[in-house]
């Protein structure tokens, strides 16, 4: 092994001053220990963004579920049987789809499953029901 004049070996020495210019090293702006530390974040998507607020929930549970049962049942669904009946020519196949889109949720809140279940749900069933609203507003205007 070489030694050098201070009594330290050359190996370790020609290794401290490696490390300490591979760490203090500036290429581009980059650092090298940026480079080491380097980890690329997941940005997190609409869903799971969607099904994190939905477990957040949890303390408006009341909230929601008169949400559901009495916005659903008093609100929307009404108005939905009202276009089919009047503007979407009494179909069957409509009536079918939004009484049974419906079912799940009143199962859903009857047996007091959590909100991050519930939710989703609820919101299937808002926009199948505006679909279906839509649909028979655009089949009156067309005839």
Not at 17 to 27: A, F, G, K, Q, V
Not at 38 to 44: P, Q
Not at 50 to 74: H, V, Y
Request: proline share 2%; glycine share 6%.
């Amino acid at each position: 092994m070489f030694y050098s004049r201070t009594g330290g070996s050359f190996v370790s020495l020609k290794n401290k001053t490696m490390e300490y210019r591979l760490t203090n090293s500036n290429l581009g702006g980059i650092k090298a220990e940026d480079l080491y530390n380097y980890s690329e974040k997941r940005s997190a998507n609409i869903f799971t963004r969607f099904f994190a607020w939905c477990s957040q929930q949890e303390d408006n549970r009341f909230l929601w579920l008169g949400i559901t049962l009495f916005g659903q049942i008093g609100a929307v669904l009404p108005i939905t049987a009202w276009a089919i009946l009047y503007l979407g020519n009494n179909s069957l196949l409509l009536w079918i789809i939004a009484l049974a889109v419906n079912v799940p949720l009143y199962i859903l809140n009857l047996g007091a499953v959590h909100t991050k279940y519930i939710l989703p749900v609820f919101f299937f069933v808002l926009l199948t029901e505006a679909v279906i609203i839509l649909y028979c507003v655009t089949l009156f205007l067309m005839s």
